[in-house]
């Protein structure tokens, strides 16, 4: 993983009214490495989708920096370097969709900034094979699915080719299904390089973050690895949030006085630690 973080953010303070007291986002510092898949999690009005606002520069800091692989997103001469370099998808896929068919949904944006057209084909393929599309490409998207719609959504976004893609709980719409179709997409970026920055509610997706953020008030007030944050359930529950099921499960197990390792998150782990018990073996 490359040393040099691709998002920096340095006491990031902004407020939607500055005469009032009260700070959306208040004295928030946090990095990104490239390849990274960050989780950031909070009740609602904690300020994590004000967060996510900043890392391509919707929202500019009252105080503080925001720096996109060393650019100033207040510098405006580095507007249109920072929007390529980071990719934003949002909650309601209908809003971002504009097209009567798939590829040509995929396409608007890059046709928008005249890519030659060769360059857009080859683009909008290898944007609709990533985010598991290709197969709808000559469809209208008002046909498909909720997960279906938000992955053309994710690969209208990284047609653009961006090094981060932020997705501000680009899930919530979503079914189970949905939400597992855009975890694998989210995957299949991340292992492609891509940094990914998730603002989300639920658990089970943070759970296979590398890194946890957890907001409150407009402050980071946990941070680690989804082990390091969700073997502290007590804190996690002041507030105001659950953790992965798996996780609560073992804490019940562990109140039943049957030994479970803090790490279990997952099913897997779960599933791997009851199995290590069955078996009269420590897991």
């Known amino acids: 993983m490359n040393t040099k973080p691709m998002l920096q953010v340095r006491d990031l303070h902004f407020r939607y009214d500055p005469e009032q007291p ?17 989780a950031v999690l909070g009740a609602n009005g904690c300020g ?9 520069a919707i929202l500019l800091p009252e105080t503080g920096t925001v720096l996109v692989e060393g650019m100033d997103t207040r510098e405006e001469d580095h507007l249109y370097d920072i929007r390529q370099k980071v990719g934003m998808v949002f909650q309601n896929p209908d809003n971002q969709i504009v097209a009567t068919i798939v590829e040509e949904d995929v396409a608007f944006a890059l046709e ?3 890519v030659p057209t060769p360059e857009i084909r080859t683009r909008i393929d290898e944007a609709m094979k990533m985010a ?12 498909l699915s909720g997960g279906q719609k938000q992955r053309v959504a994710i690969a209208g976004v990284i047609a653009m080719r961006p090094d981060c893609l932020v997705l501000d709980e680009a899930t919530a719409m979503l ?31 943070a759970a296979q973050a590398d890194r946890v953020l957890v907001m409150n008030q407009g402050k980071i007030v946990m941070e680690g690895t ?4 969700f073997s502290q359930t007590e804190r996690l529950k002041s507030y105001h949030l659950d953790v992965p099921q798996a996780a609560e ?18 099913p897997e782990a779960c599933a791997e630690a009851l199995f290590q018990l069955l078996q009269g073996s420590p897991a």
């Open 22 to 38: 009260t700070y959306a986002v208040n004295g928030v510092s946090m990095e990104v490495h490239r390849g990274e898949f960050v």
């Open 112 to 114: 928008n900034l005249g």
């Open 226 to 229: 989804p082990e390091e944050v």
């Open 249 to 266: 499960l073992r804490d019940q197990l562990v109140a039943a006085g049957l030994p479970m390792p803090e790490n279990v998150i997952t």
């Open 48 to 56: 994590k989708s004000t967060l996510a606002k900043h890392l391509n």
């Open 132 to 143: 598991g599309i290709y197969d709808k490409k000559d469809k209208a998207p008002y046909k």
């Open 175 to 205: 079914d189970p299904r949905g939400r597992a179709q855009v975890m694998q997409t989210i995957r299949t970026l991340r292992a492609a390089g891509i940094s990914i920055v998730s603002i989300t509610h639920y658990m089970e997706e």
